[in-house]
C-alpha cells in the first residue's frame, strides 16, 4: 500500500439508521469497495433477519463480509481483524479509498485499532461459567458483570452468552474489570482512518425499526426462523429478531407479542452500539444527509 493515500471512510452508528444507503453512495461516488463490519450479517443462512444488503446493492458495490461463512463455523474478531486487513491490503493495491460500515463496535475497534491484550483463556472456569448460564441463565452473570463492570455491562450485547461470559471469566481470573484490558496501546495502521458516526434523532430512529422489524416479517423472517430453529443454541442465532421468533415458534408468545419485543429489543441494541460508538472520540457524529460531503471534503 503507497501509506497515507491511502485512506479506509468509516460508516458506524446504530441499527436502522441508514448506514447501507450512506456506503453505498460513497461507495458509488468514489468508485471503489464497501468492507462490512456487521457480525450480524457475515452468517450466509441468516438474511432476512439481520437485514443484509439487497442483491440489488450488491451488484451496485463489491460488499466483502457478507455472507460469508456459516452458522456452523466457529468465527471471532480475531480471525475477523486477520482477514479483513488482509482483504484491504488487496483492495488497497487498486482503490485509494475503500469504505468500511456496521454496526458491530467490537469488529470495528479491531480493524481500527488491533485487539487488546487479553488474558488466556481458562478452560476450566470456561467450563464453569458454561454451566453456569445453562442452570441459572443469564440474569445472575448479568447482574454480577453489572457490579464488577458497570462499563462494560453498558456496552455489551447482553444475548450473547459468549462475550458476557468471555468477560467474567478475566474478571474471576485476574480481580481487574474486564473493560480495564480494552485500553491498551493502539496499533498504527498504515492507511488513514475516517471514522464517521451516524446522528439520527431518536424519535426517527425508533420509528425506522419499528417499520424495519414489519418489512422483515412481511418479507418471510418467520419462515426464515423455521429453517434455522434446530440450530437455535448456536452463539450466532442468540441475536434479536431470531430469538423472539424462536419464542412464538415454541408457543410461548404471540406473533404481534414477538413483534414488539423485536422492536423493544432493538432498540436497546441501538442504545447500546450508540453507548460504544460515543466512547471513541475519534468518530465524528454526522447526519446521513451530510455525510457524503463531509467526506468528500476530507480526502
Known sequence: MAGEAKTLVVVAGPTASGKTDCALDLALKLDTEILSFDSRQFYREMCIGTAVPSLEVQQQVPHHFIQHISIHEPYDVARYEEAAISKLEMLFNHNDVVVAVGGSGLFIHALMYGLDKLPEADERLREELATQWK????GPMLD??????PQYYDAVDKANPRRVMRALEVIRMTGKPFSAFRSGNKVTRPFRILPYALDIDRALLHGRIAART??????????????????????????????????????????STAREKIIINTRRYARRQI???????????????KILDRALSCL
Do not use: C
Not at 144 to 149: H, I, R
Not at 232 to 248: C, P, W
Not at 275 to 289: G, N
Open 144 to 149: 454480577e458483570l453489572k457490579a464488577s463492570d
Open 214 to 255: 414489519d418489512e422483515m416479517l412481511n418479507l418471510g423472517l418467520v419462515n426464515e426462523a423455521e429453517q434455522l430453529y434446530p440450530y437455535r443454541h448456536l452463539n450466532a442465532l442468540k441475536t434479536v429478531g431470531y430469538q423472539e421468533i424462536f419464542s412464538f415458534l415454541d408457543g410461548d408468545i404471540s406473533l
Open 275 to 289: 453507548t460504544w460508538f460515543r466512547r471513541d472520540v475519534a468518530f465524528e457524529w454526522i447526519s446521513p444527509e
Open 135 to 138: 442452570e441459572e441463565g443469564p
